[in-house]
């Protein structure tokens, strides 16, 4: 039984690789990456890149400041640990679109480009358009460089916290992942924006563990994900045919659960990017980010439930890396 489950799950990797990019080389590159961790290599010089949450908070007021009549900061709640996770609402359209970054606290990357993408829209908001931008959702893993979040002496993955078709690690044990899905709902979000290190690629649901990938909006969501990487370059297409299936993430649940147009951003080459790279990982997505947020519709999907079958035994191929 063991043996015809492991030579099915490989069939689907053979699979996937004719449909898109490697699910191999992407385990490969895994356990590289855990090796890497390990031995510290790369010589990054990621502490001259790192800002803790007071300095980002900071750089939110100082925008708020400058641009006073596009830009205002607002609390999303308190999290678990305490700490006041607040966001930047920029212009004042009628259709209300969100970035979050940093789900996984150790992507520092993915909150400086949020806070550029931040700058740039304060400068010149979208048309039409009410922007939210939450640089950091996990603030005690960013402050500790981690991808957890710890709750009760525990440490979970905030990305894999919400409700969905084919499981998920919670529902909602953080407060953070449930403020946000609250979030959701009570803005009426239409697009979202959600940014994690590293891959690179920009992609669109379903990332989960399943065979049937599709929704009725494929070619919609791969248009927007071109629109995305112009500058880029990154690779675009489905979640799980460029990254590995993943149940109970924010990017399929805001899709599934309320036809947001959902698109993950699997941004840069690293998870430690040092200065020089965080320049070029802002110059190259915050063009694609206005030019996505530019093309996406202006009232939510309505054909967002999921009637494909789930198949467990691709929860082994989470990786839990990205
Ligand atoms: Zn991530």
Redesign the pocket.
Known sequence: MLKRAVHDIFSFTRDLEKGGMGMFQRIVRGLAFIGCGVLACGGVSAEAAFRNYAEIQQGMRDLAAKYPANVQTFVLTKNDSGQTIEGLRIGSGSVRNLVVA???G??YG?TEVAMAFAASVAQAPLAGQTLFVIPVLNIPGFNARS?WEPLNGRSLDP?RDYPGPCGTDGPFRLKSTRALADFLEREQIVASATL??YSPAVVYPWGMSTHDLSTPYDDLFAGLCKAATVESGYASGNNTQLIYPADGTFEDYAFWKHGVWSILF?LGYSHNPNPGAIDQMIKVNVPGLRRMFEQTPRERAERHGFTGKCDVRLKAFDLR??
Request: aromatic share 0%.
């Open positions: 940093t789900h996984h150790n992507e993915s991808r990305n994690h290190t699997e890396t990205e």
